[in-house]
C-alpha cells in the first residue's frame, strides 16, 4: 500500500537519507526484521514497512535504524513532531551516525527550526566531511537565519561536492543578491535553471538582476518563462514593474495574452502599466493611423470615415489590449491616443444621431462606443467636449428620456454615447433603464453608471463620525473630496505576498537597523487618510491578520472605498469619518500607521504627523508620504498660469485647462513638464494635482528634522530599483539608503526624481 503524498512532501522527502547500517550483532532477530522492513520501505509499503520495524524494536528496543526508519515514516505520512521523536532516539541511541542528524534536520527545516537544524547539520558534517547534502541543509537552514556568510560558504562546499544539485546553486544565488552580489548571483541563476528549468524562483531572481541592471527584455523574457510554469505572486509583480519602467517591449501575442490578464484579473494596479498598452496598441497600424489623423485635424472634428478609415474602427473594437486598457485604466497618459478617443467620440455620436431609433446593426460601432463609455465615466468625463457637440448630446438624451416615457424602441449606440458624455444616472427617469432588457455590453454599462454609484451612496449613512470636523482648512479639503473622490480606480489586486510584519520589514529593507515588533497575533493598522481605498487594498495584502481603521474627511471617498473592498472580500476594515488633528481623541494606538499623500494637505502638517507620531506604538512602523519642494517646481507653475487665467475648480473650467496647458509651446511645456503626468487625465486627479485647496511642500533636511526631534528612525524609501540601484551605485557606504542627507544631494542631481511624492517607512524608537 502506498501512501499519499503532496508535492511538498514528495519535494522533502527526496531529501532525506534512508540507510541500512549493519544492526547489533548480538541481535539476529532485529536484524533479520530490519533487512525485511527495509525491503517494504524502499517498495513505498509503509504500513507493512511500519510494522516489521515496530517488530524489530520489540526485539531490540534500542535498535537505531529501526527508530530512524519509522521517524522517516512518519516524516512522510505528514506526522513530523513523531517524526523528530523517532529519529532523536535514535540519535539518543547512537549520536555518531551522520544520516540521522542530517535527516532530523530536514524534518526540523521542515517545521521552520531553523537554529536546530544548522546545529545538526554541522553534526553530520563533522561526522562525515565530504556529506555534501548536510551542507546543502546548512546553508539553507542559515539563509533563513540571514547568515549570509555562513550559507554562501556552506553551499560552495556543497557544491563542489556535488556541483549537479540545482535547488542548491540556486540558493546560493539567492544568498548572493541578497548581499548585493548581482554579478556574482546571475551565473549561478543561469546554471541552476540549465541543469532544472522548472525552478520558478530562479526565472524570478534572474529577472530581478537583469531590471536592475536595465535590461527589461531578457527581464521580460525570463518573466514569461516562468510564469509559463507557475503564476506565482513574485513573478506576477514582477513582471508589471518591468513594464512600468521598460523602454521599449517585445511584442508578442504570448506578451499581450499576458497583459491583458494583468489588467482584467488584475495583477495589481493597472494604470501602472498603461504606457505599455499604449505602446502595443499602437504598433497596429490601422489603429496608429487613426491617431495621427486625429492629431493632424484636432480641434476640428472627423467622421467615422475620415477618423477610422476602412478598417481601423473594426480594429479599435477588436483590439484586446486596448478594450482591457479602457475598461481598467482610469487615465490615458498619452495626449495624441485622447485627441483619438475623443474624436472616435464625436464621429460615434454624429453617427448615433443619424441611425434610426432602434438600429443597432453596427457591431463595432457598438462595442467601441461601450468601451469609450466605460473609459469615459473612470476618467470622469475630462476629454474636450465643444459646445455644439455638448447639444448634439443633450438632444439624444432627449430623444432617450422621450423612448423611455413612451415605451418606444432605444438605440443601443445612442444610451452608449450618451454614456461617454455624462454618467447615465443624470438620465431623468433612469431607473427606467434597469427594468429593460439589454445586451452585455450595455448591462456591464448600467451596472458600471447606475447600480454601482447607487450602492455606494448607500453606504454613507452606515460610516461612524469618529470627530469633529471644524477646522477651517479641513472643511474646505472635506468638501472638495465630496465633490472630487479621489483616485478614482476600477480594480487593484491586494498583495498577494502578505506576511507577519517583522518577516515584510526584514524583506523590504535587508539593510536597515530594524528592531522586531514580535507581534504574533492581531496587527493593529491606521490608515489616516484612506481617500477611495487603493491604499487599504495593498495595505491590507501586505501584513497578515492585520485589521485596519481606515479614516477620512470625506464620506463620498469613503464610501466608494467600502464598496471597492467590500466587493473584493476584505473583511479586516472598519470605516470611519474623521480629522487627523482630532484623531488622537479616540484613544486608540496601533502597530502600524500608513498617511500617504494626506499631511501635506493640512493647514498645519507637522502638527498632524505629531498627533499620527502620538498614536504609533514603541518600535511601530509609519508609512508616509509628502510633495517635495523640488518636484514640485512645475507644478507650482502650472498653477501660476491657472491664477492668471482665473479658471476655477469645476469641471468646464478643468476641462478648457487641460486643453491650454497641452497646446502650450514647446518652451513653455518644458517649465511644467511634470504636470503630464498620469494624475493629469481625470478630472478629480487633475483638480487634486492643480486646483487644490491647500497644498504644503517639503525637503528632505526638513523631514530629518522632524524625524530627529520625534524619534523616529527611516528604514528606507518606497522607490523602483533602478533609482535605488542608482543610488547604491553612488552612494555604496549607505546599502540601506538611509542617509538623507546623501539623499538630498542625490535629489538635487535628479530633482524629478520624488516627483510621485517622498514615500518613506519609519520606525518608531522603543
Not at 522533502?12 to 525485511?36: C, E, S
Not at 470625506?554 to 469619518?577: C, E, F
Request: hydrophobic share 45%; aromatic share 8%; charged share 20%.
Amino acid at each position: 500500500m502506498n501512501l499519499p503524498m503532496n508535492r511538498k512532501q514528495r519535494r522533502q522527502m527526496a531529501r532525506v537519507a534512508p540507510t541500512r547500517n549493519a544492526p547489533a550483532a548480538n541481535n539476529g532477530a532485529a536484524a533479520d526484521l530490519f533487512a525485511k522492513a527495509f525491503q517494504q520501505f524502499q517498495a513505498e509499503r509503509l504500513p507493512e514497512a511500519m510494522d516489521l520495524y515496530q517488530q524489530a524494536l520489540i526485539a531490540d528496543p534500542r535498535h537505531a535504524d529501526s527508530l530512524h526508519h519509522l521517524g522517516l515514516i512518519a516524516f512522510k505520512i505528514g506526522h513530523n513532531d513523531i517524526a523528530i521523536d523517532m529519529i532523536g532516539r535514535a540519535i539518543a541511541v547512537n549520536g555518531a551516525n551522520a544520516d540521522f542528524h542530517y535527516n532530523i534536520g530536514v524534518v526540523l527545516a521542515a517545521l521552520g527550526r531553523s537554529a536546530e537544524v544548522a546545529r545538526h547539520s554541522e553534526r553530520a558534517i563533522a561526522l562525515k566531511p565530504d556529506y555534501a547534502g548536510a551542507y546543502m541543509l546548512l546553508g539553507d537552514a542559515c539563509l533563513k537565519l540571514r547568515a549570509l556568510d555562513r550559507a554562501i560558504a556552506a553551499y560552495r562546499r556543497g557544491l563542489a561536492l556535488d556541483p549537479n544539485d540545482a535547488e542548491a546553486r540556486n540558493n546560493l544565488a539567492e544568498a548572493l543578491l541578497t548581499q548585493g552580489q548581482h554579478d556574482e548571483a546571475a551565473p549561478h541563476f543561469e546554471e541552476a535553471l540549465r541543469r532544472k528549468p522548472d525552478i520558478v524562483a530562479a526565472y524570478h531572481n534572474l529577472a530581478m538582476i537583469y531590471f536592475v541592471k536595465g535590461d527589461k527584455q531578457a527581464a521580460l523574457k525570463l518573466i514569461v518563462q516562468g510564469l509559463r510554469i507557475k503564476e506565482t505572486p513574485f513573478l506576477k509583480s514582477l513582471f508589471l514593474n518591468c513594464l512600468r519602467f521598460g523602454d521599449t517591449i517585445p511584442d508578442s501575442s504570448l506578451l499581450r495574452h499576458y497583459i491583458v490578464r494583468a489588467l482584467s484579473e488584475p495583477w495589481g494596479r493597472p494604470g501602472s502599466i498603461a504606457f505599455t498598452c499604449i505602446t502595443l496598441v499602437k504598433c497596429d497600424p490601422r489603429i496608429q493611423h487613426g491617431i495621427d489623423r486625429a492629431v493632424a485635424a484636432w480641434p476640428a472634428r472627423l467622421s467615422c470615415q475620415a477618423l477610422f478609415g476602412p478598417d481601423g474602427l473594426q480594429a479599435a473594437s477588436n483590439a484586446p489590449v486596448l478594450r482591457a486598457m479602457l475598461h481598467n485604466c482610469p487615465a490615458v497618459n498619452d495626449i495624441p491616443l485622447e485627441r483619438f478617443l475623443t474624436l472616435a467620440r464625436s464621429a460615434l455620436l454624429e453617427k448615433a444621431m443619424a441611425m434610426p431609433a432602434a438600429d443597432t446593426t453596427d457591431d463595432a460601432a457598438l462595442a467601441f462606443a461601450c468601451m469609450l463609455a466605460r473609459h469615459c465615466f473612470a476618467n470622469e468625463y475630462v476629454f474636450a467636449c465643444a459646445e455644439d457637440e455638448a447639444a448634439q448630446v443633450a438632444l439624444l438624451r432627449d430623444r432617450v428620456v422621450a423612448a423611455l416615457r413612451s415605451g418606444e424602441p432605444i438605440a443601443a449606440l445612442a444610451l452608449a454615447l450618451i454614456a461617454s458624455y455624462a454618467p447615465l444616472y443624470v438620465i431623468p427617469e433612469y431607473e427606467s433603464l434597469l427594468a429593460r432588457p439589454w445586451a452585455g455590453e450595455i448591462d456591464d454599462l448600467l451596472t458600471q453608471q447606475i447600480r454601482e454609484p447607487l450602492a455606494q451612496r448607500a453606504l454613507r449613512n452606515g460610516i461612524p463620525r469618529l470627530t469633529p470636523i471644524d477646522d477651517d482648512v479641513s472643511l474646505l479639503v472635506q468638501n472638495q473630496y465630496e465633490e472630487s473622490p479621489y483616485p478614482r480606480w476600477v480594480k487593484c489586486a491586494a498583495d498577494q505576498n502578505a506576511d507577519a510584519i517583522d518577516v515584510t520589514m526584514q524583506r523590504d529593507f535587508p539593510h536597515a537597523r530594524y528592531r522586531p515588533i514580535g507581534r504574533t497575533g492581531r496587527l493593529d493598522v491606521l490608515i489616516a487618510g484612506c481617500g477611495t481605498g487603493q491604499q487599504v487594498v495593498m495595505t491590507a495584502g501586505r501584513y497578515s491578520d492585520a485589521q485596519i481603521l481606515a479614516v477620512d474627511l470625506s464620506l463620498a471617498s469613503l464610501s466608494y472605498a467600502k464598496y471597492r473592498t467590500d466587493a473584493l472580500g476584505l473583511d479586516n476594515i472598519d470605516y470611519g469619518q474623521a480629522d487627523i488633528l482630532k484623531l488622537a481623541s479616540i484613544n486608540r494606538d496601533f502597530d502600524v500607521i500608513a498617511c500617504s499623500g494626506v499631511l501635506h494637505h493640512l493647514a498645519d502638517p507637522l502638527a498632524g504627523w505629531r498627533v499620527l507620531v502620538s498614536m504609533l506604538r514603541p518600535n511601530g512602523i509609519m508609512h508616509i508620504a509628502l510633495y517635495s519642494k523640488l518636484a514640485r517646481i512645475g507644478i507650482v507653475a502650472a498653477r501660476e498660469f491657472i491664477a492668471m487665467r482665473g479658471y476655477r475648480a469645476v469641471e468646464d473650467d478643468i476641462r478648457r485647462c487641460r486643453q491650454d496647458l497641452i497646446a502650450l509651446d514647446e518652451a513653455a511645456r518644458t517649465k511644467i513638464a511634470t504636470v503630464f503626468g498620469a494624475d493629469f487625465n481625470t478630472m478629480s486627479n487633475c483638480r487634486d494635482l492643480l486646483f487644490h485647496v491647500q497644498e504644503h511642500h517639503f525637503t528632505l533636511p526638513q523631514i530629518k528634522a522632524f524625524l530627529a526631534e520625534n524619534g523616529l528612525a527611516l528604514l528606507g524609501f518606497e522607490h523602483d530599483p533602478d533609482t535605488l540601484h542608482r543610488y547604491r551605485t553612488q552612494f555604496p557606504d549607505d546599502p540601506g539608503c538611509t542617509n538623507l542627507d546623501h539623499w538630498h544631494a542625490f535629489e538635487q542631481q535628479h530633482p524629478n526624481m520624488f516627483g510621485g511624492m517622498y514615500q518613506f517607512v519609519v520606525q518608531k524608537q522603543a
